[in-house]
């Protein structure tokens, strides 16, 4: 099983990104997937996630306006759209997937099952 996040980098205040999770060797169909990010010093805090045929969605309070996360069971990749980037999104961000076909998404790091290895996102000010 390999999940590659992809699409980090550094952006101006104000930008935005697109992240990108490519899931392998899962039926990624099976799976919720979450967005989670780690500052240094803080813990791992999950962003946003997504059931698995996107019929429902959870954001953090501090993202909502402002990320997007979606994904394409047929390219077994999902995404976060991140717009008006702030400094305090600066972060490692990890995509991470969930072996739930139901309604819900778990908001609990240790209900996902498999991690990517993270992309970095930097805003500056």
């Known amino acids: 099983v390999q999940l590659q996040a992809s699409g980090g980098g550094l952006v101006q205040a104000g930008g935005s990104l697109r992240l990108s999770c490519a899931a392998s060797g899962i039926i990624f169909s099976n799976y919720a997937l979450g967005w989670f990010r780690q500052a240094p010093g803080k813990e791992r805090e999950l962003v946003a996630a997504?059931?698995?045929?996107?019929?429902?969605?959870f954001y953090t309070d501090s993202v909502k306006g402002r990320f997007t996360i979606s994904r394409d069971n047929a390219r077994n990749t999902g995404y976060l759209q991140m717009n008006s980037l702030k400094p305090e999104d600066t972060a490692v961000y990890y995509c991470?997937?969930?072996?739930?076909?139901?309604?819900?998404?778990?908001?609990?790091?240790?209900?996902?099952?498999?991690w990517g290895q993270g992309t970095q996102v930097t805003v500056s000010s």
């Open positions: 997504i059931n698995w045929n996107g019929g429902t969605t």
């Open positions: 991470a997937v969930d072996w739930a076909r139901n309604t819900a998404v778990s908001r609990l790091r240790p209900s996902y099952d498999y």
